[in-house]
């Protein structure tokens, strides 16, 4: 690892001696190149550079594929009732209308499951491995799926729900932890990124499957999505057995050798020598005697030391702020705000929520592919503005419909749809592709199944507030209920500037220096001054 104190993070490398000096004058100065991070990660990553195309890196992809499937999952059961709630088969059967309390007790509840699930996600992943976290989720979501297809009353939409939160919290924890460990240092922020970008696969099965389904008659059109939900789980459960499990957990377990092979075949091209390896292995086995002195249930671990709190308040940035920025009103309830642009059809309303799953997909991809060209602060301060201009576009335009006018132009209607498409656009390009992977960036080895844990908390304690007050402001206020996002993503951006650290350029064990510096946000942003070589290498001045 390399070494870098507050004194050096903060500037650009030096060239101590002459004889360096002189050299570096001789170099034309396209050969220099100043890379946001630490020297010791480029050298390494482009001495032996990996081929994306080879047989090995694809089956990598299928084993990321499973851990993906858990945003799959997420994403399915995260929609679905936003689109059921709509359906009137649903409402007549049910007796529930689309907002208010009763509806916000309903979508609450999962989130209830989901706090309460996440507090065994980090002894899980700890104790038994990562596979078997997502293992567990699985069966638990599957069970949930049984439930609510098989649903009679509320007493049922209710257990299912929290069994399904339960379920989820653990899947969706066990996962980005697994598909973070997994991937190859250089590929992290791309592949955890698409790890999320998963959550749309699920979003637009569900919601193409509502809007199909709702033109059947009776309880068919909702019990078909919800039968449905145990196609993921189902999935998931059975490439568990067929996957390695996270190299870093088998050697923080003793197995240093099943993590070298591991490494060896996806990280070094079938090679235990290969640099990266050694640096991996290296990294991984200087944490292991902090690993052995923490304990499975002491979260005190999350916060101890200034470090720590640094990495934990990240952390909580990220769980708050990609929650109360607006996107989860879209999420929950998509429908009831095309109605307050007077869209009244659930046809078209079910339409247009399929659609913009879609739309919202194409920003993930494309928020995924520049994760490390944009950079995640700059992502995210800069994001958190134009979504605060996009959610005030669409409070203009619901505005027109809620001052007593008879007619209203039809342009009023299609503009305030066009500005809820490009903030759900928005919205994934920054935080879909950041959400698991800063969190799990940001928070160090021995803590990090904990910290994911507590993640999903801290996410679902914001998400309470969503699903239950927003059914009643929508209910009570209307379109100036949006103002209060307006105002939130402004906030977001003055925060994210002022003390977002950046972590890109950096493997997970280089990022202790930044934390440990006296001010890590600028520490961050330090740069190294590197030669490229003739044959492509970075090299280190």
Same mark, same amino acid.
């Given at each position: 690892m390399s070494n870098i104190n507050d004194n050096t993070l903060g500037q650009t490398t030096s060239i101590?001696?002459?004889?360096?000096?002189?050299?570096?004058?001789?170099?034309?100065?396209?050969?220099?190149?100043?890379?946001?991070?630490?020297?010791?990660?480029?050298?390494?990553?482009?001495?032996?550079?990996?081929?994306?195309?080879?047989?090995?890196?694809?089956?990598?992809?299928? /084993?990321?594929?499973? !851990? +993906?499937?858990?945003? %799959? *999952?997420?994403?399915? =059961?995260?929609?679905i009732f936003s689109?059921?709630?709509?359906?009137?088969?649903?409402?007549?059967?049910?007796?529930?209308?689309?907002?208010?309390?009763?509806?916000?007790?309903i979508f609450?509840?999962?989130?209830?499951?989901?706090?309460?699930?996440?507090?065994?996600?980090?002894?899980?992943?700890?104790?038994?491995?990562?596979?078997?976290?997502?293992?567990?989720?699985?069966? /638990?979501?599957?069970? !949930? +799926?049984?439930?609510? %297809? *098989?649903?009679?009353? =509320?007493?049922?939409?209710?257990?299912?729900?929290?069994?399904?939160?339960?379920?989820?919290?653990?899947?969706?924890?066990?996962?980005?932890?697994?598909?973070?460990?997994?991937?190859?240092?250089?590929?992290?922020?791309?592949?955890?990124?698409?790890?999320?970008?998963?959550?749309?696969t699920g979003s637009i099965l569900s919601t193409g499957v509502a809007y199909a389904s709702n033109k059947a008659s009776g309880e068919l059109a909702f019990r078909l999505p919800l039968g449905l939900q145990l196609f993921p789980p189902f999935c998931i459960l059975i490439g568990c057995f067929f996957i390695p499990e996270s190299p870093r957990w088998l050697t923080a377990r003793g197995k240093k050798e099943r993590a070298q092979a591991i490494l060896a075949k996806y990280h070094g091209g079938g090679d235990v020598n290969h640099p990266l390896v050694q640096l991996e292995i290296r990294e991984f086995e200087e944490g292991i005697q902090v690993k052995k002195a923490q304990s499975v249930w002491n979260y005190y671990d999350l916060v101890n030391t200034r470090n720590q709190r640094w990495r934990m308040l990240m952390n909580a940035f990220m769980s708050f702020f990609?929650?109360?920025?607006?996107?989860?009103?879209?999420?929950?309830?998509?429908?009831?705000?095309?109605?307050?642009?007077?869209?009244?059809?659930?046809?078209?309303?079910?339409?247009?929520t399929f659609a913009n799953s879609i739309v919202s997909c194409t920003g993930a991809v494309a928020g995924s592919a520049t994760n490390d060209m944009i950079g995640r602060r700059t992502k995210l301060w800069v994001g958190s503005i134009v979504l605060s201009c996009l959610f005030a576009a669409v409070t203009g335009f619901s505005s027109q419909f809620d001052l007593g006018k008879e007619h209203v132009s039809s342009a009023f209607s299609n503009g305030g749809v066009a500005f809820i498409f490009l903030f759900g656009c928005a919205y994934s390009f920054i935080y879909t592709p950041l959400t698991a992977t800063y969190c799990a960036e940001v928070l160090a080895n021995h803590t990090r199944a904990k910290g994911m844990g507590v993640h999903v908390i801290m996410s679902n304690c914001a998400n309470l507030y969503n699903t239950f007050v927003t059914a009643i402001a929508l209910d009570s206020i209307g379109y100036k209920y949006y103002l209060v996002f307006v105002a939130l993503n402004l906030f977001y951006a003055v925060m994210w500037f002022t003390f977002g650290v950046e972590t890109r350029g950096r493997t997970l064990e280089e990022l202790d220096a930044v934390f440990d510096a006296k001010w890590p946000p600028k520490a961050a942003l330090s740069k190294a001054t590197m030669v490229k070589r003739e044959d492509g290498h970075l090299e280190g001045l």
């Open positions: 101590i001696s002459e004889t360096e000096k002189h050299a570096e004058k001789n170099l034309d100065s396209a050969d220099i190149k100043d890379v946001q991070g630490d020297s010791n990660f480029y050298e390494t990553v482009t001495a032996a550079p990996l081929n994306p195309w080879s047989k090995t890196s694809f089956q990598l992809y299928a /084993i990321l594929l499973v !851990a +993906a499937l858990n945003a %799959t *999952a997420s994403g399915f =059961d995260g929609s689109s059921i709630n709509a359906m009137d088969q649903y409402k007549k059967y049910f007796h529930h209308v689309e907002t208010g309390k009763s509806t916000g007790i609450m509840i999962y989130t209830v499951g989901n706090m309460i699930g996440s507090l065994f996600t980090g002894p899980i992943c700890d104790h038994f491995g990562r596979r078997v976290g997502m293992g567990v989720g699985s069966i /638990i979501i599957g069970a !949930a +799926a049984i439930v609510l %297809t *098989a649903a009679r009353n =509320d007493s049922y939409l209710l257990g299912g729900r929290f069994m399904l939160g339960f379920g989820i919290s653990i899947g969706t924890s066990s996962a980005p932890t697994y598909a973070l460990e997994l991937a190859p240092p250089q590929w992290r922020a791309r592949i955890v990124g698409f790890y999320n970008t998963f959550f749309y990609a929650q109360l920025s607006g996107n989860s009103v879209l999420t929950y309830y998509l429908p009831s705000m095309y109605t307050k642009l007077g869209i009244t059809s659930t046809d078209r309303r079910l339409l247009l």
